[in-house]
């Protein structure tokens, strides 16, 4: 992906999906998912409880926690980085508790940011 076509600034994501822990970086971000990279090829699944923690420059020392249930949809490999990674579509089908809210004041930080560039 052209860094130029990229919606959002780059932000890191850890998601809790079971007993795993995932750490990847975030380049995409809308109220239907997240595209984020890991180097780690993920294993595609329907209905996955997950927890994601979302950070990085742009918020500050704010770490924001997002709750619900998703399908990772794919994990495909790519070179954008300069070396093998690992671009991974994850769909939010169910969010739990205020994480409705929390999502949407991610992405409006986002879009506030993008703005200001």
């Not at 795993?20 to 998912?33: A, F, L, Q």
């Not at 997950?50 to 020392?61: C, L, Q, R, T, Y």
């Not at 093998?84 to 969010?95: A, P």
């Amino acid at each position: 992906m052209d860094i130029n076509n990229r919606r959002f600034t780059r932000f890191n994501v850890k998601f809790f999906i079971f007993s795993n822990e995932i750490k990847g970086e975030g380049v995409n971000i809308s109220k239907g998912g997240i595209g984020f990279f890991t180097t780690d090829e993920l294993i595609p699944a329907d209905s996955i409880p997950f927890k994601a923690e979302i950070s990085s420059g742009v918020f500050g020392d704010n770490v924001y926690t997002i709750i619900g249930i998703g399908n990772l949809i794919f994990s495909k490999p790519s070179y954008e980085t300069g070396v093998l990674s690992y671009y991974n579509g994850f769909e939010i089908i169910k969010l739990k508790e205020n994480s409705k809210e929390i999502l949407n004041d991610i992405i409006k930080i986002l879009e506030d940011y993008e703005l200001r560039r």
